[in-house]
């Protein structure tokens, strides 16, 4: 290990664990820690310090779905960009350190983040896709290279590989998952009088699911997804479609759902800013 440098590499599709390392842009949002050190938002009423959480952060724990409210394990001191917090979402957890690698922490770009995943590869990658998706940017491009290659012990290229391979690991499992529902509306074909257009309409979701991969926008494919499943109950009950990555992809589609019904308050909803992400597949 070089001196200076964290003291472990980056992983990407390893059976265990991913280990990232992504460069801050933007020290927004500033939020707060409650007196019990969980992560609030900037008005909570007993807050005990600031903290800025910074864009690479905020939209990592957004890309876990419905999950516990994030716990500082080792809260911020003189400088409210150090800090260390974690959370989980069923069984994907995160673990997220904030730290300087150059120019003393002055600036917002001065840091990175440490994002540390463990849990099934599945819901790893499609966690990985989502965060990359959201920060329009490859988030391993650092602003100081070399000091960046120092701190994290691995090079630029290492760095990309281990995010590029954690996409191409969702986009794959996606387009498997769409093949599959694809399958199931193409052995209904002929098989029945009065169900032709709603199969019909099953294809143009599917349609659908494939425009929203091809712009790595997963929520939009898993909502299109969930309307083709729908629409094949609806022609024929016993159509049995949904292999285990699909029983996944549904409680997130629940939790999309979730987030537009204003009765419904889930661990996220602490979190300010949205995820700004097209949904392809509606018009509204």
């Given at each position: 290990?070089?001196?200076?440098?964290?003291?472990?590499?980056?992983?990407?599709?390893?059976?265990?664990?991913?280990?990232?390392?992504a460069?801050?842009?933007?020290?927004?949002?500033?939020?707060?820690?409650?007196?019990?050190?969980?992560?609030?938002?900037?008005?909570?009423?007993?807050?005990?310090?600031?903290?800025?959480?910074?864009?690479?952060?905020?939209?990592?724990?957004?890309?876990?779905?419905?999950?516990?409210?994030?716990?500082?394990?080792k809260?911020?001191?003189?400088d409210?960009?150090?800090?260390?917090?974690?959370?989980?979402?069923?069984?994907?957890?995160?673990?997220?350190?904030?730290?300087?690698?150059?120019?003393?922490?002055?600036?917002?770009?001065?840091?990175?983040?440490e994002?540390?995943?463990?849990?099934?590869?599945?819901?790893?990658?499609?966690?990985?896709?989502d965060?990359?998706?959201?920060?329009?940017?490859?988030?391993?491009?650092?602003?100081?290279?070399?000091?960046?290659?120092?701190?994290?012990?691995?090079?630029?290229?290492?760095?990309?590989?281990?995010?590029?391979?954690?996409?191409?690991?969702?986009?794959?499992?996606?387009?498997?998952?769409?093949?599959?529902?694809?399958?199931?509306?193409?052995?209904?074909?002929?098989t029945?009088?009065?169900?032709?257009?709603?199969?019909?309409?099953?294809?143009f979701?599917?349609?659908?699911?494939?425009?929203?991969?091809?712009?790595?926008n997963?929520?939009?494919?898993?909502?299109?997804?969930?309307?083709?499943?729908?629409?094949?109950?609806?022609?024929?009950?016993?159509?049995?479609?949904?292999?285990?990555?699909?029983?996944?992809?549904?409680?997130?589609?629940?939790y999309?759902?979730?987030?537009?019904?204003?009765?419904?308050i889930?661990?996220?909803?602490?979190?300010?800013?949205?995820?700004?992400?097209?949904?392809?597949?509606?018009?509204?």
């Amino acid at each position: 290990m070089k001196e200076g440098s964290s003291s472990r590499k980056p992983l990407g599709c390893d059976p265990n664990s991913s280990l990232l390392y992504a460069q801050v842009i933007s020290g927004e949002p500033k939020m707060v820690i409650d007196e019990d050190g969980f992560l609030r938002s900037i008005n909570w009423y007993n807050k005990k310090n600031n903290i800025f959480l910074g864009d690479v952060a905020n939209v990592s724990i957004r890309s876990l779905g419905p999950h516990d409210p994030p716990k500082f394990i080792k809260q911020p001191e003189y400088d409210e960009q150090k800090w260390t917090l974690r959370s989980s979402a069923g069984e994907l957890k995160i673990k997220i350190t904030s730290d300087s690698y150059w120019g003393f922490g002055l600036f917002s770009k001065c840091f990175f983040n440490e994002i540390e995943l463990t849990g099934p590869l599945s819901l790893r990658a499609k966690c990985v896709h989502d965060i990359m998706a959201s920060l329009g940017r490859n988030p391993w491009e650092a602003s100081r290279v070399k000091k960046f290659e120092r701190k994290t012990d691995a090079t630029i290229s290492e760095h990309g590989k281990c995010w590029e391979e954690l996409v191409k690991y969702a986009r794959d499992e996606m387009e498997e998952e769409i093949k599959t529902v694809e399958e199931s509306i193409k052995s209904l074909i002929g098989t029945e009088k009065g169900i032709e257009k709603i199969l019909e309409s099953a294809k143009f979701a599917i349609e659908d699911a494939r425009a929203a991969l091809q712009d790595r926008n997963a929520p939009a494919v898993e909502r299109a997804l969930g309307r083709a499943i729908t629409l094949l109950v609806e022609a024929n009950p016993d159509t049995e479609v949904r292999s285990s990555e699909l029983e996944s992809m549904s409680s997130r589609v629940e939790y999309i759902d979730a987030k537009n019904n204003p009765d419904r308050i889930v661990a996220s909803d602490l979190l300010e800013s949205e995820i700004e992400l097209v949904d392809l597949t509606e018009s509204e």
